[in-house]
């Protein structure tokens, strides 16, 4: 619980964004984020519908980001510049445990319907992605 820590962490995909705004308005919250392709592909291979993670990442960016929460985008060459920022602003010591290149990389296919969903997802929230260096 994030009384017990100081504060919370979220994925893109958290069903209860309406229930934790209460947390939003009292704790630091920590939002891992990967580039939506590979949010999609691996939605994907687990037969999830990709429109609903199109959904939750709207629904991050309406609901959560207001907030100002801190993002750690997992793919990127830069992630230890927003650990170090986390780490600093919240007096922590948290760490990564794998190389960036592991996280790296848009390996395999999406089907036309969901590459169009997602590279419309980025294009629509284009100023939240390009944050992270996110294109289509």
């Known amino acids: 619980m994030p009384a017990e820590r100081g504060y919370f962490y979220m994925h893109v995909y958290q069903k209860g ?9 009292q704790y630091p919250c920590i939002v891992p984020m990967r580039h939506p392709l590979k949010v999609a592909k691996s939605w994907r291979a687990r037969e999830k519908p990709v429109g609903e993670m199109c959904d939750f990442y709207r629904r991050l960016v309406t609901a959560v980001d207001p907030f100002e929460p801190f993002y750690i985008p997992l793919d990127v060459p830069t992630r230890q510049t927003y650990l170090d920022l986390i780490n600093e602003s919240l007096g922590l010591g948290l760490e990564t445990d794998w190389p960036v290149w592991k996280s790296t ?21 284009s100023g939240f992605f390009g944050r992270f260096g996110y294109v289509a």
């Open 17 to 25: 964004i309406p229930e934790i705004r209460g947390w939003l308005k």
């Open 105 to 125: 990389g848009l390996k395999g296919t999406l089907a036309d319907h969901d590459q169009a969903l997602v590279t419309d997802l980025i294009d629509e929230l």
